[in-house]
């Protein structure tokens, strides 16, 4: 130290801060080039511990997910209950798909170490066929032939081949036999397992807290110790319950909640939460205008169904309404990837038609007038009148507001708007088919799937084809595609023949396609679904979610 001294008293005052500024660049070079070096050797990796909290404008009402349609009780049940496609060591195919043969993981037991066995999943499957039970999957499971083989394998016989079974299969949560076997499938409902329930997931039930007037407020699981899969990292996971939206976001803000997600679009409030990070995850679902021409005859017209058509701007509609979240949809059937064979099928006559019909209904307001004259030239005494339903959503709602002053732009004047609550609109208008024009949305559960909406069968309750639609040759190809074997070309192009022939026909207005919104803090990670069916599948790498990290060598 004092030869250093005796050097820098030697040193004139520039010198002496040149040495100086020459040590303190030396320094800074050190310690940046010590931590790129740490960086570029090391990397953050998850580690188990810390908690996660979901928030919900809602309650839960029955964690069932076979008799539950309500969201909260299906995404804590997503948490709680293993899918059956999880649990198999293998399945087998037979009988040109009309035989599955399933077998049960050995060591499967429930989170209070009942072993999991065959027994389970037939009691899941044969409360699900009960019409007692009114389980929204009972169409699911129709016509279904159970046998226990062994306490590990059951036999599935189907009368005619049937190629989603698999799909379902991969989405049938398993309830546990020795909790609610000895309950009436009609009382189930009653069961105060619904709310402190036993599962196989990567979570079990905790504890949950509630108000005075027994409103829940707080939902806490843990990660259940006896789960057969790779463990969660995150250790405590809960769910905070809300009245209003204004109290959630108010919650993200103030930190009580850590994620929440909607079905619908984010309002502008949650668009501008700071450290926050959004996501938008692609569901099978598609918003239409269903035409049913037996209230109205006129919509029987191709003049008049192609001049409603034209009318509308569905690229307004999405950066007005939708914040340029949703795609343009114009037809029944959602792609999601580049299929390895596209350029095949963009050069075969389907997609020809398909590219034909589009330009004839792309939006054209003039057009649209020419549509219209022609169909009033065709229909001189005709009194036009339709009524449109909606469901009362506020965008949805605003959408058809919109849609509507496009309509009578060209010329429709008499239209009447209703706006119904969505349990009334299911139990009064679609129950009863009693709309000529409905905006509404359908979510396939299986996305190459037509039968549920476009099958002929399906033409009035409880089947889901609103636009009463009636074509042998699309019931043909429907059947086809659900109990042929075939390869995914080959299912392809009979889908691609599907569409031209429904859009032919012109049963609907098809306008667009909107994804799951979900937002987070930045401290989550291991969040990344590409695709979900409904919006608990968020959970379904609830495994990799991940809140603390630490810095290993690579």
Do not use: C
Request: glycine residues 4%.
């Amino acid at each position: 130290m004092h030869s250093i001294k005796k050097i820098l008293s030697s040193l004139t005052k520039k010198e002496r801060i040149l040495v100086i500024i020459s040590l303190v660049i030396f320094v800074i070079s050190f310690i940046a080039n010590l931590a790129t070096n740490i960086s570029e050797r090391s990397a953050f990796v998850p580690i188990r511990g810390g908690y996660y909290i979901e928030g919900f404008v809602g309650q839960p009402i029955a964690i069932n997910p076979i008799i539950s349609n309500n969201q909260a009780d299906l995404d804590i049940s997503a948490l709680i209950y293993s899918r059956l496609f999880d649990l198999l060591a293998h399945h087998e195919i037979t009988d040109n798909g009309r035989v599955y043969v399933l077998k049960l993981k050995n060591d499967l037991v429930w989170d209070d170490n009942e072993p999991l066995t065959s027994d389970d999943v037939i009691f899941t499957i044969k409360t699900i066929q009960d019409p007692s039970s009114h389980s929204l999957l009972m169409r699911n499971w129709e016509g279904v032939i159970l046998e226990r083989l062994s306490e590990l394998q059951i036999k599935i016989t189907l009368a005619t081949p049937y190629a989603f079974l698999i799909d379902n299969i991969k989405r049938l949560p398993i309830l546990p036999k020795h909790i609610f076997g000895n309950i009436p499938p009609a009382n189930l409902r009653l069961s105060a397992y619904n709310l402190e329930p036993v599962g196989s997931g990567p979570y079990r039930f905790k504890d949950f807290s509630k108000r005075r007037d027994g409103f829940i407020t707080n939902y806490h699981l843990v990660t259940n110790d006896k789960y057969f899969g790779d463990k969660p990292f995150i250790e405590d996971f809960y769910f905070n319950f809300y009245e209003r939206i204004d109290e959630l976001i108010d919650a993200f803000r103030l930190h009580q909640v850590n994620g929440f997600g909607s079905a619908l679009p984010f309002k502008e409030e949650i668009k501008q939460l700071a450290q926050a990070k959004f996501e938008k995850i692609t569901m099978p679902r598609y918003y239409s205008l269903f035409f049913n021409s037996l209230s109205n005859r006129y919509l029987k017209s191709e003049n008049l169904k192609l001049a409603l058509a034209t009318a509308i701007n569905r690229e307004e509609i999405i950066k007005k309404f939708l914040d340029d979240s949703a795609l343009i949809t114009e037809s029944p059937f959602l792609e999601y990837s580049k299929k390895p064979w596209a350029q095949i099928i963009n050069n075969s006559d389907a997609n020809d038609n398909f590219l034909d019909w589009q330009q004839k209904t792309k939006y054209d307001p003039e057009k649209a007038k020419e549509y219209l004259e022609n169909w009033q030239k065709q229909n001189k005494k005709a009194e036009l009148n339709l009524n449109v339903f909606v469901p009362k959503i506020n965008f949805l709602e605003k959408i058809a507001n919109s849609i509507i002053e496009s309509w009578q732009a060209i010329g429709i004047e008499k239209i009447n708007v209703s706006a119904i609550e969505t349990e009334d609109i299911l139990n009064d208008v679609i129950k009863t088919r009693n709309y000529d024009i409905l905006l509404f949305g359908n979510v396939l559960e299986n996305p190459e799937d037509f039968f549920p909406f476009w099958h002929s069968s399906q033409r009035f309750y409880p089947g889901l084809n609103l636009s009463l639609f009636q074509n042998q040759e699309v019931d043909k190809i429907i059947e086809n595609i659900r109990q042929k074997e075939m390869t995914d070309y080959e299912r392809y192009l009979e889908l691609k023949k599907l569409e031209t022939s429904i859009l032919e026909e012109n049963p609907a207005i098809f306008l667009f396609s909107l994804p799951y919104f979900y937002v987070h803090t930045e401290r989550l990670e291991g969040f990344n679904p590409n695709i979900i069916i409904t919006p608990a599948d968020r959970f379904r790498d609830i495994n990799k979610w991940n809140v603390a990290r630490v810095r290993v060598i690579k």
